[in-house]
């Protein structure tokens, strides 16, 4: 028995607030005809500037439907900008985030393609040290054979030109 009068008491208690919702969206049509700053302070409320109606705002549709208002009428909110301009700001302003996000994904592909050598550069490399290496070995190779000539035939330069000079 005593869950059941919890339950009771629970409704009676949430009624007021139910019944105080209620009654502050039927408030939007007392500012029927008045100023659209006056209606859009309460914020359930959309201002149709053409009818110069205060209505609730229909919470189930995105947008409000044109047999209520028409979108450049309709205002919610503050009352300087309409719903074509808001769509058409929210659509500027998302595709050049969505173009933003694009070029920066591009840049970071980019930016770690060429972080990472690919296989071409690599063999391209290897290659290029190889033929260093052989170059350096058919130099040593060369200056080797040429100082064997100069010690046969006794062209053999001495490290320091000026020591025949000394005695």
Known sequence: ???????????????????????AAGDCHQYTNRSCEECLKNVTCLWCASSRRCMEY?????????????LRSARWGVCWVNFEALIIAMSVVGGTL????????????????SKKP???????????????VRQEERRAEMKSRHDEIRRKYGLFK??????????
């Not at 009068?5 to 007021?16: E, Q």
């Open 58 to 70: 229909p919470v189930r549709r995105i947008l409000p439907p044109a047999e209520l208002c028409e």
């Open 1 to 23: 028995m005593a869950p059941a009068l919890r339950l009771c008491a629970l409704a009676l208690a949430l009624l007021p607030a139910a019944v105080a919702a209620q009654d």
């Open 118 to 132: 690919d296989k071409d550069d690599e063999r391209a490399a290897r290659e290029r040290e190889k033929r260093r």
């Open 98 to 113: 969505l173009i933003m996000l694009g070029v920066c994904c591009c840049c970071c592909c980019c930016k770690k393609k």
């Open 158 to 167: 001495e490290e320091n030109p000026y020591a025949k000079f000394e005695n």
